[in-house]
């Protein structure tokens, strides 16, 4: 009766699992919950139950008097409706908690026996955890594991985890604190062989945030093929010796530290086992039906049946719907184990926290002295709820525990930091990328190169510097760092003033922007090899703009210094101790801005006219002195064949029209030319959204038209005759495409996706049109920061890295990564607050909306919201349009 002691069919639900491409969301955080005086207490005097000794993953011990299951463990209650984190015991062979088995049932002594707080369950992606709190505790599980061995990986990635680790702990490098720190704290077994390599990885995560840390700490552990794994030592049938694992996707096979097989969850049939015989069927299509059994021997049946029922957990947890029912216990005797897992499955648990979205108090890290607590006696008093927490919960448990600035300012001057990161990021496509590509080819000549570099190198090297200070004052003004230093930091003023004055030395610098603009722009048509340099690295992901937008960046961000500053001095009263400061700073970037204003004019339309001679085919030198762009977008074209969608183009001097087909390249065919001298423009009668945007069409013509009868010299620079105007003889889109997909490719084929977001190629899809000075616009509204965003029928929200610039939002997974992940064009968006129908609960949230693409975003705050409201907006447009023009 009893030839298997314990079993479990391995059944094949169908569904989504953790392991495929899917946003977990998983939340540790029960919505509404508190840890207060009468679920835990501390003290070994109080209480009178059992009393039990727990060491947290920071590795500190506490004793707890606890109820006589793991559920009345109350200071862990956060963490239940996940069961990613829970209790081990045991020294030989850890052994996980029952959560709802009493206690003394599975521990002799529990008061002698040391609970580990340990990861039990192991996402393929732990950065997608939803809550920081929980991403913290994982990041102190790699830590643990780096130390003991677990987590093998090479010794330059060992390193590089250590960084993170001293990043997290003490902030931005410092040489003596990084040599204090690590020579009190063990991070590594072979720690002092590669120390100086920590410390030069250390210098390079400036101004990483311990979220940030931890999240790239997870981002390297989840590669490595020892992540999450768990030895158990076994036989095979010969009595070769393996170690047996299991993980979200089934079970693992080691022989020393190498996999050497892995068998899926859709490949198993049943796990069992039999005394210290484990034993895995495989469906018969596997192996053939004579060999879809594997034995494995272990060293004790304690030891098999502890790892069959992390078998069983683990498939449950990551691979059913459900939560599986208890096996019924049988009246007079049973047949084996009837183990079941208990807790709820990774998918009730994407379900449990999309339908109780209610809001969760934020995880932050913060240091003494504390603004919402105060000391009585060994106790904590919270004054928000008046509720009791002990102080080891504290210890164990930091989240209780929160400090925000609140002031209007300390936000303006987060914007300042945050964009400034931005910015330096896009220094180093210049600077760090560019360079690398044309030294690679040796595609520059030596004269240009050190025009070039020369003026953007020590702007970058100045901003390296000025964006370390923003970095450090804001993490004194958030307490984040530095605790011991004394002073008020709760400002920004003496920073920008200090480095506002220091930017004047750099005018002379940008005054030579026009320069370089125009002879990079000059060399890139004379010289072969530099053009094919040029045009491939705008084909790179690190390239996410054109290449020459990024040369203009230094100048428009003095604009954005000035509109930062106006903001502060708005804000302060003339008798704040800040106001001087920000006047004084506003004052000497307001002095240099005025110097450059009709340089960034003149070369913001140079960039323009540059990215166009690109973007189209069959005209040449569109960058003709006295040239000036106006407006861009998609109109109809009245022709004998009716109307055809035409993209149009109009500058000072002449009015483009082009088509669109499925090119090789992506680029716009040049169909007509016409000449704005003598022009006259009429309408047809249009409905009233057309007459709102040929509006604009109409007000921009007849500017142009009056620009070219004042214009002393008439552009001569024309298409050939048979490219002037092809109305009568003009092919249909049909035709056009079919010509273009038979066109030979080139190696420009990835430009088709990279291309896609640029305004010509927006405007076309989404029907709408942009002028210069909707350009000019948005350029002065850039805007970066850390977003949550949700999809219109998503079960989570995701954190982000945002960057507004271009009418166009950038996603990274942080501000860190080099290149963005997506991006989503802004051009025919509305933007709005959710309505009750979205069921969207949360505070600080607006909605993207164009047609049936929906996009919710949660800022961290009320300024934020405002300002990502304030800015997309300039980009949206309300309407989304089809135009006739007959010309």
């Known amino acids: 009766m009893g030839e298997i002691e314990g079993s479990y069919r391995v059944l094949q639900t169908p569904g989504t699992r953790l392991g495929a491409q899917f946003n977990a969301g998983i939340s540790t955080l029960e919505p509404g919950q508190s840890l207060s005086g009468n679920m835990v207490s501390g003290s070994k005097s109080h209480g009178r139950g059992l009393q039990i000794r727990v060491q947290g993953l920071d590795d500190s011990q506490e004793f707890f008097d606890m109820d006589v299951s793991f559920y009345s463990l109350c200071f862990l209650h956060s963490l239940l409706c996940a069961l990613l984190i829970s209790l081990q015991f045991g020294t030989q062979q850890a052994v996980w908690l029952e959560p709802t088995k009493p206690i003394v049932k599975q521990v002799r002594r529990p008061a002698n026996t040391l609970f580990r707080l340990s990861v039990k369950f192991f996402p393929?992606?732990?950065?997608?955890?939803?809550?920081?709190?929980?991403?913290?505790?994982?990041?102190?599980?790699?830590?643990?594991?780096?130390?003991?061995?677990?987590?093998?990986?090479?010794?330059?990635?060992?390193?590089?985890?250590?960084s993170h680790l001293v990043q997290s702990e003490i902030g931005d490098y410092d040489d003596v604190a990084d040599r204090d720190f690590l020579r009190m704290n063990k991070l590594l077994p072979y720690q002092e062989k590669v120390q100086e390599r920590i410390m030069e990885l250390h210098r390079r995560h400036l101004g990483q945030t311990p979220a940030e840390s931890d999240f790239q700490i997870l981002e390297i552990a989840r590669k490595l093929e020892m992540y999450g794994v768990r030895f158990h030592p076994a036989a095979d049938r010969e009595g070769t010796k393996i170690n047996l694992a299991v993980a979200h996707m089934g079970l693992q096979v080691?022989?020393?530290?190498?996999?050497?097989?892995?068998?899926?969850?859709?490949?198993?049939?049943?796990?069992?086992?039999k005394r210290k015989r484990f034993l895995i069927k495989l469906h018969p299509e596997v192996h053939g039906p004579h060999q879809d059994t594997l034995e494995f021997m272990m060293a004790s049946r304690d030891q098999c049946k502890i790892f069959w029922k992390i078998c069983v957990e683990y498939h449950s947890f990551f691979r059913l719907f459900d939560q599986p029912q208890p096996k019924s216990k049988a009246i007079l005797f049973t047949r084996g184990s009837s183990f079941r897992y208990s807790g709820r499955t990774q998918k009730q648990l994407v379900e449990y926290v999309r339908e109780n979205g209610a809001k969760r108090t934020p995880y932050q890290r913060c240091v003494f002295p504390l603004h919402?607590?105060?000391?009585?006696?060994?106790?904590?008093?919270?004054?928000?709820?008046?509720?009791?927490?002990?102080?080891?919960?504290?210890?164990?448990?930091p989240f209780l525990l929160q400090r925000y600035p609140t002031d209007k300012a300390y936000f303006i001057a987060k914007e300042i930091l945050t964009t400034e990161r931005t910015y330096l990021k896009d220094l180093e496509v210049i600077t760090v990328w560019f360079r690398s590509a044309v030294i690679k080819e040796n595609a520059m000549p030596e004269g240009l190169m050190t025009l070039l570099f020369s003026n953007i190198d020590p702007i970058y090297e100045f901003h390296r510097g000025f964006l370390k200070e923003l970095d450090q004052r804001l993490a004194l003004w958030e307490g984040r760092s530095n605790a011991h230093v004394k002073g008020d930091y709760q400002r920004i003023g003496d920073v920008m003033l200090r480095n506002?004055?220091?930017?004047?030395?750099?005018?002379?610098?940008?005054?030579?922007?026009?320069?370089?603009?125009?002879?990079?722009?000059?060399?890139?048509?004379?010289?072969?090899?530099?053009?094919?340099?040029?045009?491939?690295?705008?084909?790179?992901?690190?390239?996410?703009?054109?290449?020459?937008?990024?040369?203009?960046?230094?100048?428009?961000?003095?604009?954005?210094?000035?509109?930062?500053?106006?903001?502060?001095?708005?804000?302060?009263?003339?008798?704040?101790?800040?106001?001087?400061?920000?006047?004084?700073?506003?004052?000497?970037?307001a002095e240099i801005a005025t110097q450059l204003q009709s340089s960034l004019i003149r070369l913001e339309n140079f960039q323009k006219l540059t990215e166009l001679q690109r973007d189209l085919i069959g005209i040449e030198n569109l960058t003709a002195p006295g040239r000036e762009f106006i407006r861009e977008g998609c109109l109809y074209k009245l022709t004998k064949k009716g109307l055809q969608q035409r993209m149009f183009f109009l500058f000072s001097d002449m009015l483009l029209y082009t088509s669109k087909g499925v090119t090789a390249t992506n680029q716009f065919k040049v169909h007509g030319q016409l000449p704005l001298h003598g022009m006259i423009v009429s309408i047809q009668t249009l409905d009233h959204t057309s007459k709102v945007e040929m509006g604009k069409w109409i007000e921009d013509l007849n500017l142009a038209i009056d620009m070219a009868k004042k214009s002393q010299e008439k552009s001569s620079i024309f298409l050939d005759a048979g490219l002037t105007d092809r109305s009568s003889d003009e092919v249909s889109l049909e035709q056009e495409s079919e010509d273009d997909m038979n066109s030979s490719r080139t190696s420009l084929d990835k430009q088709t996706h990279h291309r896609a977001?640029?305004?010509?190629?927006?405007?076309?899809?989404?029907?709408?049109?942009?002028?210069?000075?909707?350009?000019?616009?948005?350029?002065?509204?850039?805007?970066?920061?850390?977003?949550?965003?949700?999809?219109?029928?998503?079960?989570?929200?995701?954190?982000?890295?945002?960057?507004?610039?271009?009418?166009?939002?950038?996603?990274?997974?942080?501000?860190?990564?080099?290149?963005?992940?997506?991006?989503?064009?802004?051009l025919g968006y509305t933007v709005s607050t959710p309505e009750e129908s979205d069921s969207i609960h949360k505070e600080y949230v607006f909605k993207l909306q164009f047609k049936s693409h929906v996009y919710f975003f949660r800022a961290e705050s009320e300024y934020t919201f405002e300002r990502w409201m304030e800015v997309i907006k300039s980009a949206a447009s309300t309407t989304v349009l089809r135009n006739s023009c007959c010309c």
């Not at 994982?138 to 594991?145: T, V, W």
């Not at 370089?516 to 072969?528: G, I, N």
């Open 124 to 162: 393929p992606d732990p950065g997608q955890l939803q809550e920081e709190y929980t991403r913290y505790l994982f990041s102190l599980q790699m830590k643990r594991d780096l130390m003991e061995g677990r987590l093998i990986c090479t010794e330059n990635t060992g390193a590089l985890l250590a």
């Open 254 to 273: 080691f022989q020393g530290n190498t996999k050497i097989n892995t068998f899926n969850w859709s490949k198993i049939r049943k796990l069992s086992f």
């Open 372 to 397: 919402h607590a105060v000391y009585q006696k060994d106790y904590l008093f919270f004054s928000h709820d008046g509720s009791v927490v002990h102080y080891s919960v504290f210890k164990l448990f």
């Open 500 to 589: 506002m004055g220091a930017l004047k030395e750099f005018t002379s610098y940008l005054q030579k922007h026009d320069e370089v603009l125009t002879e990079l722009e000059k060399a890139s048509k004379r010289l072969k090899k530099l053009e094919t340099v040029y045009k491939e690295f705008e084909l790179q992901k690190v390239c996410y703009l054109p290449l020459n937008t990024f040369l203009l960046k230094p100048i428009q961000r003095l604009m954005h210094y000035k509109l930062i500053l106006e903001r502060l001095c708005k804000h302060y009263s003339p008798a704040h101790r800040d106001h001087d400061d920000c006047k004084e700073a506003l004052k000497e970037v």
């Open 757 to 826: 977001n640029t305004t010509m190629h927006v405007c076309w899809h989404r029907n709408t049109s942009v002028s210069m000075s909707d350009h000019s616009l948005a350029v002065e509204n850039q805007l970066s920061g850390y977003l949550l965003r949700k999809f219109k029928n998503s079960n989570g929200w995701q954190k982000l890295w945002v960057v507004f610039t271009n009418f166009c939002l950038f996603f990274y997974k942080t501000h860190q990564d080099d290149f963005p992940l997506a991006s989503l064009p802004l």
